[in-house]
């Protein structure tokens, strides 16, 4: 690939991703500016592997493996110096921690989510926030369909569990915040 | 009307939207980030990770503006000798950082934990320039090299420029490209073009332009990164203001230096304190030069990089 056509791609895949993995990181980081940090160094690695990157549609599951590692790292401590993460932290208003919940949501929901273990919160997060099909999600979390099924599967169940044994009830609907996976909006890729 | 499916209860909960975490770091910022990436150079190896401290800039996170255009750069498949970033390998881990004296192993010597030992700087094939202790052995394919381009250096510090370049005040795109000439000619650097991009192409409106230089097309690239003025308690500012009046004056780079130390002493900074009141100053002697000159980008902290004549 040439040097433009590189830079060429990259743009494309910035501009058509920023949005969904802004949100996944901030969704999922303890505060903004490791939010921050988490977006510069996907972005930086994106660039850095480009050519691992694959065509089409499995660009943006894949960039979403990229920055859960990062997160992932960065929750173990585990950071590395980066220039870029440390100037555009640089750009934020001072520190305030990530919102856990939408403010206004449903407690109960709210509470039973935040009791399941981290790998089914991940899962659930996955497909119920940032929209991914099960086979993006395979790609994501860099396991086949069938752990990825069976995973979900059970992570659902439990969630499932968890809300009966909360609410005994339905809980009431809040405003919705986020697009759904079924029949919602599905972006392109570069 | 059936009961909401335990994901969809799940999404209503979600903290924040994707069009929310956008507006986090805001438009200018997300232009800032795409433009210093791909300053970077492509397809380096993985380091290896390791615990490390809360980043400095954390305490200046009040440092609103004129970040980015100061990171790192260097070329798509281009020369390393075109790069104007140094990637010094500590321990094995990459720590990117501006070069400034033309000499990789120099400028690495000073980020390096004391007491660096000596150093070696090597072309790593793919457009960066790589430094690591002298004692180790280059990986396959890297080539020494002692100096960086001081003119690319130079010219990317002047887009950069609190003082007087592109991040001192708003220029909108024909005052931005004019500077970008100005600064080409000044730096002997022929052939190069001028490129604006509008504002369509990076979804800003507001009028004030930055810019980052591009060797291996020998063009600058100026793009629109929104309202860059902070307010005028801003530390960089202020000793922006300071600094200004040097750099009509003709100085040597001792007595440069010595006003530099001095006025941002008197605006209560300091190079040892980490934290929103720390600055770093680099210096370099060229006794080529008549007079010596400054210029002042923000980054990870305040960076005041001098070079001139070691006597009038």
Same mark, same amino acid.
Not at chain 2, 84 to 104: K, R, W, Y
Not at chain 2, 122 to 150: E, H, L, M, N
Not at chain 2, 189 to 206: D, H, K, Y
């Given at each position: 690939?040439? #040097?433009? @056509?590189?830079? =060429?791609? &990259?743009?494309? !895949?910035?501009?058509? /991703?920023?949005?969904?993995? $802004? +949100?996944?990181?901030?969704?999922?980081?303890?505060?903004?500016?490791?939010? #921050?940090? @988490?977006?510069? =160094?996907? &972005?930086?690695? !994106?660039?850095?592997? /480009?050519?691992?990157?694959? $065509? +089409?549609?499995?660009?943006?599951?894949?960039?979403?493996?990229?920055?859960?590692?990062?997160?992932?790292?960065?929750?173990?401590?585990?950071?590395?110096?980066?220039?870029?993460?440390?100037?555009?932290?640089?750009?934020?208003?001072?520190?305030?921690?990530?919102?856990?919940?939408?403010?206004?949501?449903?407690?109960?929901?709210?509470?039973?989510?935040?009791?399941?273990?981290?790998?089914?919160?991940?899962?659930?997060?996955?497909?119920?926030?940032?929209?991914?099909?099960?086979?993006?999600?395979?790609?994501?979390?860099?396991?086949?369909?069938?752990?990825?099924?069976?995973?979900?599967?059970?992570?659902?169940?439990?969630?499932?569990?968890?809300?009966?044994?909360?609410?005994?009830?339905?809980?009431?609907?809040?405003?919705?915040?986020?697009?759904?996976?079924?029949?919602?909006?599905?972006?392109?890729?570069? | 009307?059936?009961?909401?499916?335990?994901?969809?209860?799940?999404?209503?909960?979600?903290?924040?939207?994707?069009?929310?975490?956008?507006?986090?770091?805001?438009?200018?910022?997300?232009?800032?980030?795409?433009?210093?990436?791909?300053?970077?150079?492509?397809?380096?190896?993985?380091?290896?990770?390791?615990?490390?401290?809360?980043?400095?800039?954390?305490?200046?996170?009040?440092?609103?503006?004129?970040?980015?255009?100061?990171?790192?750069?260097?070329?798509?498949?281009?020369?390393?000798?075109?790069?104007?970033?140094?990637?010094?390998?500590?321990?094995?881990?990459?720590?990117?950082?501006?070069?400034?004296?033309?000499?990789?192993?120099?400028?690495?010597?000073?980020?390096?934990?004391?007491?660096?030992?000596?150093?070696?700087?090597?072309?790593?094939?793919?457009?960066?320039?790589?430094?690591?202790?002298?004692?180790?052995?280059?990986?396959?394919?890297?080539?020494?090299?002692?100096?960086?381009?001081?003119?690319?250096?130079?010219?990317?510090?002047?887009?950069?420029?609190?003082?007087?370049?592109?991040?001192?005040?708003?220029?909108?795109?024909?005052?931005?490209?004019?500077?970008?000439?100005?600064?080409?000619?000044?730096?002997?650097?022929?052939?190069?073009?001028?490129?604006?991009?509008?504002?369509?192409?990076?979804?800003?409106?507001?009028?004030?332009?930055?810019?980052?230089?591009?060797?291996?097309?020998?063009?600058?690239?100026?793009?629109?990164?929104?309202?860059?003025?902070?307010?005028?308690?801003?530390?960089?500012?202020?000793?922006?203001?300071?600094?200004?009046?040097?750099?009509?004056?003709?100085?040597?780079?001792?007595?440069?230096?010595?006003?530099?130390?001095?006025?941002?002493?008197?605006?209560?900074?300091?190079?040892?304190?980490?934290?929103?009141?720390?600055?770093?100053?680099?210096?370099?002697?060229?006794?080529?030069?008549?007079?010596?000159?400054?210029?002042?980008?923000?980054?990870?902290?305040?960076?005041?990089?001098?070079?001139?004549?070691?006597?009038?």
């Amino acid at each position: 690939m040439t #040097a433009a @056509a590189k830079r =060429e791609r &990259f743009e494309l !895949l910035y501009e058509e /991703l920023y949005e969904s993995i $802004a +949100g996944y990181v901030l969704r999922r980081a303890a505060n903004r500016e490791d939010a #921050a940090e @988490a977006i510069a =160094e996907t &972005f930086t690695t !994106l660039w850095r592997r /480009l050519d691992s990157c694959p $065509a +089409g549609e499995a660009a943006r599951p894949w960039l979403y493996g990229v920055a859960r590692r990062v997160l992932s790292n960065q929750r173990r401590g585990e950071r590395r110096r980066n220039a870029l993460a440390e100037r555009l932290t640089s750009e934020l208003e001072p520190s305030e921690a990530a919102p856990v919940v939408a403010s206004g949501s449903d407690d109960r929901v709210a509470r039973v989510f935040a009791a399941l273990n981290e790998p089914d919160r991940e899962i659930l997060a996955l497909i119920a926030w940032e929209g991914l099909t099960r086979e993006e999600l395979a790609v994501a979390l860099g396991a086949s369909r069938a752990v990825v099924r069976l995973r979900l599967h059970r992570a659902r169940r439990r969630f499932e569990a968890a809300l009966e044994h909360e609410t005994g009830a339905e809980p009431a609907p809040a405003p919705a915040r986020i697009r759904l996976p079924e029949g919602g909006e599905r972006r392109e890729c570069a | 009307m059936s009961a909401p499916s335990s994901i969809e209860l799940l999404a209503r909960i979600a903290p924040v939207s994707d069009e929310e975490a956008a507006e986090v770091l805001g438009p200018a910022a997300r232009a800032r980030l795409l433009v210093a990436i791909m300053r970077q150079s492509p397809g380096r190896t993985r380091p290896a990770r390791r615990r490390l401290r809360r980043p400095l800039v954390a305490a200046l996170a009040v440092v609103a503006v004129a970040a980015a255009t100061g990171a790192g750069w260097a070329m798509t498949r281009g020369s390393a000798r075109e790069t104007t970033t140094v990637d010094c390998l500590i321990d094995g881990e990459s720590t990117v950082i501006d070069a400034t004296s033309g000499d990789p192993a120099s400028d690495c010597a000073a980020v390096w934990p004391a007491p660096a030992p000596k150093l070696q700087a090597y072309d790593d094939g793919i457009g960066g320039v790589v430094v690591i202790p002298a004692s180790q052995k280059p990986r396959a394919g890297w080539t020494a090299i002692a100096s960086q381009d001081v003119a690319l250096i130079e010219l990317q510090e002047s887009l950069d420029d609190n003082i007087n370049g592109l991040d001192s005040s708003c220029f909108d795109a024909s005052a931005a490209t004019t500077f970008a000439r100005q600064q080409l000619d000044r730096l002997g650097l022929i052939g190069w073009t001028v490129q604006v991009r509008s504002s369509s192409q990076t979804g800003q409106s507001a009028p004030c332009y930055g810019g980052f230089a591009q060797p291996e097309a020998k063009t600058v690239t100026l793009m629109p990164f929104g309202d860059q003025s902070g307010p005028a308690s801003w530390p960089p500012h202020r000793l922006a203001d300071s600094l200004r009046p040097l750099t009509q004056e003709c100085l040597s780079l001792p007595a440069m230096k010595s006003e530099v130390e001095q006025r941002a002493s008197s605006l209560g900074l300091s190079q040892t304190v980490e934290g929103s009141h720390n600055y770093e100053l680099n210096s370099t002697e060229d006794d080529t030069m008549r007079c010596a000159t400054v210029y002042e980008t923000v980054g990870g902290t305040i960076d005041v990089v001098l070079r001139g004549p070691s006597a009038p």
